[in-house]
DNA sequence: GCTATATTCAATCTATTGCTTGATTAGTTG
DNA sequence: CAACTAATCAAGCAATAGATTGAATATAGC
């Protein structure tokens, strides 16, 4: 083999990989895998993908390497291949906002205009914490929370919140988060908190933020 | 807006730069601009590709963010936009080697058969050095080398190696690299060394790994 | 201004990708 | 074993990307 040859055929294999994360549905995949495994009905679902889509999509995810699969009676749960996957896909992201604006004001154009108020950030959450008066609501569906989630904050996920508005002190200061910064989960909490007269933020961070910047995690329920 | 329309244009631009990022040309000009900038022409030479291509892939790059450029005179030269760049190829290179055990495969079958002998890995070279008697050698063009190099490195590009063989100490243990882990340059350069009777081995790294495992680099001649 | 050189643009062809629809396979439950 | 559900596969279509060729543009030096 020649060096030319050589040097192909690693480059063409980076390449694969980058072409995995090339499709936008792939990346919101793997934006919901990295939040803990899910079955392939859910994840069609929660990309509004139909079922044959989802799993091509998935298959080719798998062809690289990127998730792996489990088989549970009549489902198959899909995950993420390891640690350098969600790496890769923060890696991506920051590339991503570094270089391209658009995806920052997108962001405040849409969270600015839903929520209305200002985001707060890990650092501002956990001085707020120590001081008291904070409580801290993750809004992601159950299997999410139990995968991991912040220390102390409680579940409630975003259909039942209208419902259970009441378990929540009133005169606390509520921050909503769910999968991370471009999650529209927390936005939507925020607003319904809000008009329900609380004093209500959402956190500028999901659990994968908190975890990357050596933070610990809380698993189960 | 609504949220999905937010989730779509989000992800839209994550998969846009992957997208940039999924063309095995595209990676190893990537690659190439990681060691310091270059112009067109030398892209092209050093990529196997004809200037009208190279350019076409090099405004790919550029609509992504991912290189910027500079005119100096009759010439452009491009660079990677920023250190989020050479963060996120190095991202893709560890997620690539952690799930395709292929490009491990490929390297090592390549590199042992062109220099026969076992490459040095970072941490082996620093203690190494420490005791004496070792000789560290960057066979990259001089541009490269002097836009970042190893601490006492001497530069002899591959071409001039032959010619400049006796400016070694034919006592020492000679220590070469070049770009990085899959970057073959240095493999030649260990094979005419061991040809010539000398203790040679191939650094498993370029300076890019080096200033991720937190060395200092030497800049300038 | 004219010529040479470096780079980019435009047109074209071919190959690949994403998505839809309908059929098929694997596993569970009665 | 039959009926059902979850997931995958296969075929086909439209849209997109990569490579080649030849023309156009920008700058330097005369």
């Keep these: 083999m020649q060096g030319r040859e050589f040097k192909d055929a690693v480059f063409e ?3 694969r990989v980058a072409s995995a994360f090339s499709s ?3 990346v919101e995949i793997v934006d919901l895998l990295a939040q803990g495994e899910r079955a392939v009905e859910s994840i069609a679902e929660a990309t509004g993908m139909t079922m044959a889509n989802t799993s091509r ?9 990127l998730v792996s699969t489990r088989r ?14 969600v790496d890769g896909y923060r890696s991506l992201r920051a ?10 004001a997108l962001a405040e154009a849409f969270f600015g205009h839903v929520d209305g108020a200002e985001p707060v950030g890990i650092a501002e959450l956990v001085e707020r914490s120590d001081s008291g008066g904070v409580v801290v609501v993750d809004v992601r569906p159950r299997l999410e929370f139990e995968a991991g989630h912040l220390p102390g904050a409680i579940n409630i996920p975003l259909e039942e919140l209208s419902s259970r508005i009441d ?15 471009y999650c529209v989960l927390s936005a ?20 994968l933020e908190w975890d990357a910047a050596g933070l610990p995690l809380a698993l189960g329920a």
Excluded at 57 to 65: D, K, M, S
Excluded at 95 to 104: C, L, P
Excluded at 189 to 198: D, E, F, I, P, Y
């Design 24 to 26: 936008p549905k792939r």
């Design 13 to 15: 294999q980076f390449a």
């Design 95 to 104: 590339m991503t906002e570094a270089r391209i604006g658009e995806v920052s």
């Design 72 to 85: 549970q009676g009549i489902q198959v749960w899909y995950r993420v291949a390891d640690a350098a996957v």
């Design 167 to 181: 378990e929540l002190d009133h005169s606390a200061t509520v921050v909503a988060y769910c999968r991370g910064p």
């Design 57 to 65: 999509h998935l298959q080719v995810l798998r062809q690289a390497n």
């Design 188 to 207: 939507q909490a925020v607003s319904q908190l809000r008009h329900a007269g609380l004093d209500a933020h959402r956190l500028d961070a999901g659990p």
